[in-house]
C-alpha cells in the first residue's frame, strides 16, 4: 500500500501553500474558486445538497481560509470575521456578564477602547496589568477573571509576554488564554502549541500582506462550546467577512513564510542601525540581547518580526523631524505590508495618547535593506 501523503506531518511553510488548496473537485482548477454567490441550492424541505445555505453562515471561499488558519495555528477550527478588531470583540463578547479580563498594559489602541468603552456595557471588567512579568499576571488572579488577553510582540512597544507561563496561569485558574497574535504571526510563534486556547489576528496585516484587504480571525484550540457560541453569534450578527476578502486573504498567506524571512531580515538590519545611533534613546525590538524580555522571544519565537520602534532623545521634536524626512518609508498607521511604513503612534492616539511623545513605529517592508538603511540616515541627518 503506498504511503498517504496527507497522512504525513507537514511543516508550516507547506501548509502555507497548500492548507485548503484542494484543487475544484469539478474542473480541476488549482487556483481556488472565488464564489459570490449568497445562496446555495437546496432541496424542498431545506434539506442540505452540498453543506452550504446562505453565505452569511458559511461559504466555500470562507472554508477554505479558515482551514488554512487552522492549520497554520496548529488549531482544530478557525472563524473570519470583516476585521481584527470585529475577531477581537467576538471574542471578548463570548465572555459572561460578571465577568473579568485581564489585558496588558502595552496593547493595539482598539483593545484599549473596546475595554474602555464597551466592555463595560456588557458587565465586563477589563483590568490592565503588566503581562512581561508572570508574578504580576498571577497575583492579579481572582475567581471573576475569566480569560487572560495577551498580545506579544505588543503594539507598539515590542513587549513579550512569557506565553507558556500566562497558560500554566490561566489553566490554574480555570481561565481561558487568548492571544493576539496579529505581530509574530504563526510563523513566528505558535501560541496553542504553548497552551493557548484561542488566538485572535488582524489578517490585515501580514497574513493579507499588501496592504488591500481587511479582516480578521480567532483560531481555535479545540471544537467545543467556545467555537459553537462564536459560531453562532457570527451567523446571528453577521459579523463576517466579504468572499473576495477571504479569497485575497487565501491568496496573501501562500507566501507568508517567505514574505516574513524577509520582513524579520530587514528589521533585524534597523534595529542594529538605530542601536548605534547617539541621537536614539531607545530601540524597541525583541531580537536585540538589551531588550528586556530577550531570553523569552528568543524561546518562543522562530525569529523576531517585522516591526521595530524607536524613541529619540529629542522627544517628540525629534521624532516628527525624522518622520519628515524619510522619503522610501511612508507615513502611515498598520503594518504588515510589502512597503515599509513609518508612524509617531502619539499623534494618532488621539486627545489622550498612551505611546511615549517620542516614538516612531516602524513596518519593515520588503525592499532591499540597505536602501531601507540610507533612507533611515536622511532621518537621522535631519536631526542635526
Ligand atoms: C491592526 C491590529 C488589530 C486590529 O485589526 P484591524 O484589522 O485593523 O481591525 C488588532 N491587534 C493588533 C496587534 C493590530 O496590529
Known sequence: MRPDPTAAPRRLETLAVHAGGEADA???????????????????????????????EGNPTQDRLETALAALDGGEVALVYGSGMAAMTAALECLPAGSEVLIPEDCYAGLRSLAAEFLPERGVTARRVDQCDPSTVAAAMRPAVRM???????????????????????????????????????????????????????????????????????????????????????????????????????????????????????ARRVAAFFAVQPAVETVFFPGLPTHPNHAVAARQMADFGGMVSVTFKGGREAALAFAGAVQLFTNATSLGGVESLIEHRASVEGPNPVSPPGLLRLSLGLEHADDLLADLACGIAALR
Open 148 to 266: 487572560i488577553w495577551a498580545e506579544t510582540p505588543s503594539n507598539p512597544q515590542l513587549r513579550i509576554a512569557d506565553l507558556a507561563a500566562l497558560a500554566q496561569i490561566a489553566k490554574q485558574h480555570g481561565a481561558l488564554l487568548a492571544v493576539d497574535n496579529t505581530f509574530a504571526t504563526p510563523l513566528l510563534q505558535r501560541p496553542i502549541a504553548l497552551g493557548a486556547d484561542l488566538v485572535m489576528h488582524s489578517t490585515t496585516k501580514y497574513m493579507g500582506g499588501h496592504s488591500d484587504v481587511m479582516g480578521g480571525a480567532l483560531v481555535f484550540a479545540r471544537r467545543d462550546g467556545l467555537f459553537d457560541k462564536a459560531a453562532h453569534r457570527r451567523h446571528i450578527s453577521g459579523n463576517v467577512l466579504a468572499p473576495f476578502s477571504a479569497w485575497l486573504t487565501l491568496r496573501g498567506l501562500r507566501s507568508l513564510p517567505a514574505r516574513m524571512a524577509w520582513h524579520c531580515a530587514n
Open 26 to 56: 469539478h474542473n480541476g482548477a488549482v487556483a481556488p474558486p472565488l464564489h459570490f454567490s449568497t445562496t446555495f441550492k437546496h432541496g424542498p424541505a431545506a434539506e442540505r445538497l452540498a453543506g452550504y445555505e446562505y453565505q452569511r
